[in-house]
């Protein structure tokens, strides 16, 4: 009788060492567990629910303002981080650096308000950091970047045991899930064997989804964007939320073009009481469209997939270092119609 025990073996393709070394990345910190996102963690209270991860990037422009020595914001997670200006310097991403913006579809108060200057990283500057990072990563080797992403996703994948919920589009607007990238045989067969996927081969090019396609791991995401860009990521089997952009000129027509091609709707409103939402909310915009939706508390957990197409789903406004709770970008909890970016929105009680 043989009683020797196989232990499998990973082995991590050397340019992907390379980049995890380049940047202090590692598989099991590239994409954030439940254990440190209190957004996240609320799915674990569902059973039916499976586990998450979440990708955390710096939002917008802000890379290009941490890097800037001459930057004198007072709150500690919009400031200058040395460390990242290093790194830039270092791997010469001042050009790339000078077009890049990880939120194409926000707005002035969005930008302001982002959840990603609020909680810990107003505390620890070590949390700025870890994102900025992430975000040069991404930018200076976004191939092997995509690739890092597919072996933290395994390796998530394997800790839930086998079942898991992913979110790309943490704290900004990346495209990463259109990147396409190629596996050779050797590494699909030891993704496989050490965490226990069921990855085909191709000898073409392909996207994070497709790579995944065959396994209980689910992609769903919140954006602002336009019609065309949220149906290019459906495309893609990604479950999606669109967000109102109250304080975009396109605001009323955007959010009832997403409800009317399906998609639910996420909405932040600047709640007077957390739990009590309104039952129902009518957006009507400037060229006379109008809809009726029904409202679900979206701070009960964070997995969109469980919540049904065509709903508003109200998330509780929260006030980020430097940001303005009573912007453009917030619904007010009252009654009454509310004038936004090309139209009314009324929320019904």
Known sequence: ????????????PNDIKQLFNDYSLSISGLMTGAASNAKISKNLKFDNIPPAVILHHLPDK???EVINKDNAAESI???YVEQLAELS????LSEKLKTYTGCAYSSSGCRRSCLVYSGRSNIFKA???ARGRRTLAAIDRPAEYVRALIYSISHHYKKAGGAL??????????????????LSINEINNINSYYGLNINYSDKPRVISEIFKNDSIIFYEYSKAPLTYLKRLTALNIDITASLVADRITGAADAITAINAGYRLAVPIALNKAGRIPRR???SDNTGRRVSIKCYNGDLFDYRPANKKQCAVILKAKKSAGGDILSAFFIADKLGPQIIGGGIIELIY
């Open 1 to 12: 009788m043989n009683n020797l025990t196989t232990y499998r073996r990973l082995t991590i």
């Open 62 to 64: 802000q890379i290009s």
């Open 77 to 79: 997670n919009r400031r």
């Open 89 to 92: 310097k270092k791997f010469n």
């Open 127 to 129: 949390v700025q950091y």
């Open 165 to 182: 919920s992913v979110r790309l589009k943490g704290t900004d607007e990346n495209n990463l899930h259109f990147k396409k990238v190629s």
């Open 281 to 283: 909310l009518i957006i």
